[in-house]
């Protein structure tokens, strides 16, 4: 089976779209153009917006926007122009060196034994009217401490925007294991930060087999939905 997610294409033409005028301003903060710098913005963006699947192949019209509210297409824009900041702002690291450090969290330790996290997703949710909560900080702590990110297009804390409807999503890089085939039990907590509302952590365990490797790609099998999160007003 093959599934397509339908942002995709609104994203990549919205970023192109972008780079493409700033380019044209001549921005002095604008480092890099290129197609890896545009595909990091891409997956920023696409990060922090609901996927909206398909199967590929059946039915697909040309013109996708119309899938997309004008509140999301402007967010799309905003966060799009957020991500391409922080890609220019990152260059380094990005890609004048190896390509590698960018897009994937392996730093020549892709053969070493590893747990790898799932990515996490879930909802932030008003306590009074159960709608998503549109403005807040979410931030994924391991043991007490922020977790680490596998890349730049994924950030820890995370800002919820208006259209993504109250939904966060983290990818926690690897941790080196001594081999393969062993059970970890991780803490994590997620604090929540709100304007008008209660302070909330929730904590949670989770237990994960060391793998012979570091994992190198984002697998939708292997997301773990996480209980919504309710917040209530002070
Ligand atoms: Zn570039």
Redesign the pocket.
């Known amino acids: 089976m093959n599934v397509h997610n339908l942002m995709e294409d609104v994203v990549i033409k919205a970023v192109n779209t972008l780079y493409d005028r700033v380019k044209g301003e001549n921005v002095t903060w604008l480092t890099?153009?290129?197609e890896?710098?545009r595909l990091d913005t891409v997956s920023y963006v696409l990060n922090r917006i609901p996927p909206k699947y398909v199967v590929s192949g059946r039915g697909v019209t040309h013109n996708v926007e119309y899938l997309a509210s004008s509140q999301l297409l402007a967010d799309i824009d905003s966060l799009a122009l957020e991500g391409m900041r922080t890609v220019s702002s990152t260059?380094r690291p990005?890609?004048t060196e190896n390509r590698e450090d960018c897009t994937i969290q392996a730093n020549g330790n892709k053969t070493k034994p590893a747990y790898n996290f799932f990515t996490f997703m879930g909802v932030v949710l008003d306590g009074n009217t159960f709608e998503p909560v549109t403005n807040a900080k979410i931030t994924l702590k391991l043991n007490g401490k922020p977790a680490e990110m596998v890349d730049k297009t994924w950030s820890n804390p995370f800002n919820l925007v208006p259209s993504t409807k109250g939904v966060y999503s983290f990818w926690v890089k690897s941790i080196p294991a001594k081999k393969s085939g062993e059970r970890e039990f991780f803490n994590f907590s997620i604090e929540i930060e709100a304007d008008g509302y209660s302070e909330s952590v929730y904590h949670f365990e989770v237990p994960i087999m060391s793998e012979d490797s570091v994992r190198q790609t984002l697998d939708s099998t292997y997301t773990l939905k996480m209980k919504d999160l309710v917040i209530f007003k002070k």
């Open positions: 890099c153009d290129c890896n710098c260059k990005f890609h």
